[in-house]
C-alpha cells in the first residue's frame, strides 16, 4: 500500500472513483492509528466501495507546541495495520506544505457557540484548525461519506457544523467510541501513560458510569460537583473540566427535559498526558 502525497493525485484518484459510479468513504485521521481507528475504517469499508484514510498530523489544531511535538508519526506502523484490512482502501499522507503552502494558519469559522465551550474554552483556535483541514479534505477529495469517532464528540458535532453551513454534499457519520476492556476509551496518547498509570486510567469511564447512574435522580449539578470531588480524592489526576450538557447544542445543562438527550465530557491530565471522555447519559 503506496501513500498518495499530492493534493493532485488524490483529487485525480478521488474524481475517477465518482466517474466509475463508486461510493467514495473518507476517514481523517492524524495517524498513531489504534483499534478505534480500525473498526471506524471497517465500518467505512462495509458502507462505500471505496474508502480512502487521510493521515495528517494537523498543526492547526495544535494550541500547545510541545503536544505537537510529542505528537507520535507512525506512517509505516499505520500502513501495515491498514493492510491486514481486505477492501478497496487507499492512504492520503501528504506533508504539512502540501496542504497549508507556505501559510500555516487556520481559517476562522462561526460555529454558533459550538466550538466556545469545554475543548474550545481550554484550547484556543483548536476548533478553527480542525475546521480548516476537514474542509480542506472535503472539498479535495468530496466523498460520499465521511466518518469521524464519536469519542471526539465536541468535534463531530463542530463539523456538522461546518458541512452545514459550507453546504458540502457529504454525510458525516459519527462512530460510537471503542474502550479497552477496562473501559478506557482508545486514544494514541494512551499509550504516552506508564503501565501503572495506565492501570489508574480506568478510573476515567468507572467515574463517567457512576455519574450517569446519579444522573437519573440527580441533578446535573449535583452530578458534576460528584465527579469534581472524585477527581480531587485521586492523587493522580487533574481534572481541567467536567461539563453536562446537551447532546445537540452542547449548552450546559441548567434544568433536565426529559425529551432531550444529554451527555457528560470531561478532560484530564494523568501523568502529564490529556485525556478525554464522553459519555451518553440518558
Known amino acids: 500500500m503506496k501513500p498518495l502525497k499530492t493534493k493532485s493525485e488524490i483529487r485525480e484518484f478521488a474524481l475517477s472513483v465518482r466517474e466509475s459510479g463508486k461510493t467514495l468513504g473518507l476517514v481523517p485521521t492524524m495517524g498513531a492509528l489504534h483499534r478505534g481507528h ?105 466523498p460520499h461519506r465521511a466518518y469521524f469517532g464519536e469519542k471526539d464528540y465536541q468535534q463531530l458535532q463542530v463539523i456538522r457544523k461546518l458541512v452545514e453551513s459550507t453546504r458540502l454534499p457529504v454525510e458525516i457519520i459519527g462512530c460510537p467510541i471503542i474502550r479497552e476492556a477496562d473501559g478506557l476509551a482508545m486514544s494514541s496518547r494512551n499509550g504516552r501513560l506508564t503501565k501503572r498509570l495506565r492501570e489508574e486510567a480506568a478510573f476515567i469511564h468507572k467515574t463517567l458510569q457512576e455519574a450517569k447512574k446519579r444522573f437519573g435522580t440527580k441533578s446535573a449539578l449535583k452530578v458534576k460537583q460528584y465527579v469534581e ?54
Open 38 to 142: 480500525l473498526e471506524i475504517v471497517r465500518r467505512a469499508l462495509d458502507e462505500n466501495n471505496v474508502v480512502i484514510v487521510s493521515i495528517f498530523v494537523n498543526p492547526t489544531q495544535f494550541n500547545n507546541p510541545e503536544d505537537l511535538d510529542k505528537y507520535p508519526r507512525t506512517l509505516e506502523s499505520d500502513l501495515d495495520k491498514l493492510r491486514d484490512i481486505s477492501g478497496d482502501l487507499h492512504v492520503f499522507a501528504p506533508a504539512v506544505s502540501e496542504m497549508y503552502g507556505d501559510s500555516v494558519v487556520s481559517r476562522k469559522y462561526n460555529f454558533r457557540g459550538l466550538d466556545q465551550v469545554m475543548e474550545g474554552a481550554f484550547r484556543d483556535g483548536h476548533f478553527d484548525g480542525v475546521g480548516t483541514i476537514v474542509e480542506a479534505l472535503l472539498r479535495l477529495i468530496s
Open 229 to 282: 470531588e472524585a477527581f480531587a480524592a485521586h492523587p493522580d489526576f487533574e481534572l481541567e473540566y467536567i461539563e453536562i450538557a446537551d447532546a445537540r447544542s452542547l449548552k450546559p445543562v441548567q434544568r433536565k427535559n426529559r425529551n432531550k438527550k444529554y451527555r457528560a465530557f470531561l478532560a484530564a491530565y494523568l501523568g502529564g498526558v490529556r485525556l478525554i471522555d464522553n459519555l451518553a447519559l440518558n
